[in-house]
């Protein structure tokens, strides 16, 4: 059954990565304002890189709601589940779209609306394949799993209605690894469709995994990290826990440098 598509809210987080916000943010704005309707919500998980002043410049964004911006300031590490489930609840949009900080949206709004428009209830998992990797066809890139490292995994978008009944991301996961395919593994347990949609052009900006695990506080490598949690989410789907964080309590931010909110 196809019909229109309402907002398209996309949801990054940021933990002292304004090195790379810096380069992505300001195209991604101007990507969601030329298509409208759409909106960025943008978490600062306790920074201390100067992205709250960086931030500032885009004030203008805020007030005419293109960009929704959250300072998460109280906890000490990372918590990639934490932080996206906080991004994603602030969100005003019908659909949410993870967006890591080293992402690009690129040309990807309409493709993604269409999809939507088409079949309004299936999760669509961008990526961009790896450029080191022969490939022979547009649709053996399309199932071959992102594994090389080339930051586009988590380019994870789904009805919001979706991922309130899944509980969002486990937070009960180790900060970092593994989360977004425990969310779509998910997803797919309770019967949503998952389509994997190519993304032409530059992407993302490569990261290390040991950049990705450098605040988390954990002292484990991500290879470590990715085990533990994939042993979790495993026995969470054999006994069919497919709705995460029932025990969740909002967590405190303040939105666009002045409300005290909690999500």
Same mark, same amino acid.
């Given at each position: ?189 309770? @019967?949503?469709?998952?389509?994997? +949609? ?5 992407? $993302?900006?490569? =990261?290390?995994?040991? #950049? *990705? ?26 006994? @069919?826990?497919?709705?995460?964080? +029932? ?5 405190? $931010?303040?939105? =666009?440098?002045?409300? #005290? *909110?909690?999500?």
């Amino acid at each position: 059954m196809s019909g229109s598509v309402g907002r398209i809210s996309y949801c990054t987080t940021c933990k002292n990565r304004l090195w790379q916000l810096s380069e992505t943010l300001p195209g991604n704005l101007r990507r969601v304002a030329e298509a409208g309707n759409s909106e960025i919500v943008l978490v600062n998980y306790n920074s201390d890189d100067e992205l709250d002043r960086w931030v500032r410049r885009f004030e203008r964004h805020m007030e005419s709601g293109i960009l929704r911006y959250l300072h998460q300031q109280t906890e000490p590490y990372f918590h990639a589940s934490k932080a996206k489930n906080l991004a994603h609840l602030a969100a005003t949009g019908q659909y949410l779209v993870n967006l890591d900080a080293d992402n690009y949206i690129g040309e990807t709004i309409p493709t993604w609306r269409t999809l939507w428009q088409e079949r309004p209830d299936l999760l669509i998992h961008g990526f961009s394949p790896d450029k080191n990797r022969p490939q022979r066809s547009e649709e053996e890139a399309s199932r071959i799993r992102p594994d090389s490292g080339n930051g586009t995994y988590g380019r994870i978008g789904l009805p919001r209605t979706r991922f309130l009944a899944l509980g969002g991301y486990d937070e009960h996961l180790l900060p970092s690894a593994h989360e977004d395919q425990d969310l779509m593994d998910r997803a797919a347990a309770t @019967g949503l469709p998952i389509v994997r +949609s190519r993304q032409p052009g530059p992407a $993302a900006i490569r =990261n290390s995994h040991r #950049e *990705t695990m450098r605040y988390s506080g954990t002292g484990l490598d991500w290879w470590d990290a990715r085990e533990l949690n994939k042993k979790t989410s495993a026995e969470n789907l054999r006994f @069919g826990r497919l709705t995460a964080n +029932s025990d969740r309590s909002p967590m405190k $931010a303040l939105l =666009n440098f002045s409300e #005290e *909110t909690a999500f």
